[in-house]
C-alpha cells in the first residue's frame, strides 16, 4: 500500500452561471488527495489520512476519494469547516489565495496521527499541509516516526505566500528532505530553495546532498528531468497537449510515477537512487503520459488507468 498523508480541499474553480455570470465552482482538491486519486485511478494501492471536515464539502471530498479506489480508514473527521482554495486563471497557469484559518486539515495534531502500519510500500507527503503548524509540524512527526519502515517521497509544492513563518517554514522543509528518500521539484520549487544564478546540476546536487537519493524537477512543457545520487540524470520532453488548465498537474505526475515504480517492484530502488537508464526514463515518461491528460481538461481530474493508449 501507498500510504499519502496531507491535505485535503476545495478548489474554486472559475466558471460561469447559466445565464452567463462570473462565478466560482467548487472542486474537490488539494495536492495530496490530487496524488491519492491518481494513485487510485491507475490502479495502485494507496490509502490517505488527513483531517476531513464533517461539513457538505467534507463528504464530497470523501466520497470522491471513495470513488477513486483510495482506502479512508485512516481519515479523522474533526467538526471543522474544510480549506478552501480559490482559483485564479492565467494563460491556463493557476494562482491560489487559501482559506484555511482554523480548519479541519490546518489543525490536525500529533495526537490524530494513525499508528505505525505494517504492508507500507511507501508513503507520500506534500502541500500546503507542510506549510504551518500544528498540522505541518504533525505531518513532519509522523514521517520522522516512520523513517525506516518505508521509502517516503515528498513535494513540497512550494507555497512561501501561505506560510504564516517563511523561516519555520524553510526549517521544517529541510528536515523534511533529510527523512525523505525522493523529492520531487518543479523549477521555481528548486529555485526558491537554492537561490540565486548558478547551474541547475549544481542546485539539484544541493537538494541531495540533504539526503535523498532521488530528485525529480518538473519544468512545465520543457518536461521533467531525474538526478541521482550516484550521478545519473535521466531527461524526458513532456508530452504534447492541448492544455486548458495546470491545475494538478504536478499531482499527477506524482501518482504516475509511484504507480510505474510499484507496478516494475521499483520502489525500494527509487529510495535507494539505484534506478537504471531504462526503468528511470519509462517512470518519467509515464507519469509525464498521464499529467498529459490532466492539462488536457478543467480542474485536478486525473486520468483512470482505462483512459490511457494500450
Not at 481538461?297 to 494500450?310: F, H, I, Q, T, V
Amino acid at each position: 500500500m501507498i500510504l499519502c498523508s496531507g491535505e485535503a480541499l476545495i478548489d474554486m474553480l472559475p466558471g460561469q452561471t447559466a445565464d452567463g455570470a462570473l462565478a466560482h465552482v467548487p472542486h474537490c482538491g488539494g495536492a495530496v488527495f490530487n496524488t491519492a486519486i491518481g494513485l487510485g485511478r491507475l490502479g495502485a494501492p494507496v490509502s490517505f489520512f488527513s483531517a476531513i471536515s464533517t461539513d457538505g464539502f467534507g463528504d464530497m471530498l470523501r466520497q470522491a476519494l471513495e470513488a477513486s479506489d483510495v482506502d479512508t480508514s485512516l481519515v479523522v473527521r474533526p467538526d471543522r469547516l474544510t480549506t478552501l482554495a480559490m482559483v485564479h486563471l492565467k494563460d491556463g497557469h493557476a494562482n491560489y489565495s487559501f482559506y484555511d484559518e482554523n480548519s479541519a486539515g490546518a489543525m490536525l495534531t500529533s495526537e490524530d496521527l494513525p499508528p505505525l502500519l505494517p504492508h507500507l510500500d511507501a508513503l507520500f507527503f506534500g502541500g500546503i499541509s507542510l506549510c504551518n503548524a500544528p498540522a505541518a509540524d504533525s505531518y513532519l512527526a509522523f514521517a520522522e516516526r516512520v523513517k525506516g519502515q518505508a521509502p517516503i517521497m515528498i513535494d513540497p509544492n512550494v507555497r512561501p505566500g501561505f506560510a504564516k513563518d517563511e523561516t519555520a517554514y524553510r526549517n521544517r522543509l529541510t528536515r523534511f528532505l533529510g527523512v525523505a528518500q525522493i523529492v520531487k521539484l518543479s523549477d521555481e520549487d528548486l529555485n526558491w530553495f537554492v537561490p540565486g544564478d548558478i547551474p541547475l546540476e549544481d542546485k539539484a546536487n544541493r537538494i541531495l546532498e540533504h539526503g535523498p537519493s532521488l530528485l525529480l524537477l518538473t519544468k512545465g512543457s520543457e518536461g521533467a528531468v531525474a538526478f541521482q545520487r550516484n550521478g545519473d540524470t535521466i531527461s524526458v520532453a513532456a508530452q504534447k497537449a492541448d492544455v486548458i488548465d495546470t491545475v494538478g498537474a504536478g499531482d499527477t505526475f506524482n501518482s504516475g510515477f509511484l504507480t510505474a515504480l510499484h507496478e516494475r517492484s521499483l520502489i525500494p530502488s527509487a529510495a535507494k537512487g539505484a534506478l537504471s537508464g531504462t526503468d528511470l526514463t519509462d517512470c518519467l515518461s509515464f507519469a509525464a503520459q498521464v499529467a498529459a491528460i490532466t492539462v488536457s481538461r478543467k480542474g485536478a481530474n486525473p486520468p483512470w488507468r482505462s483512459e490511457l493508449p494500450n
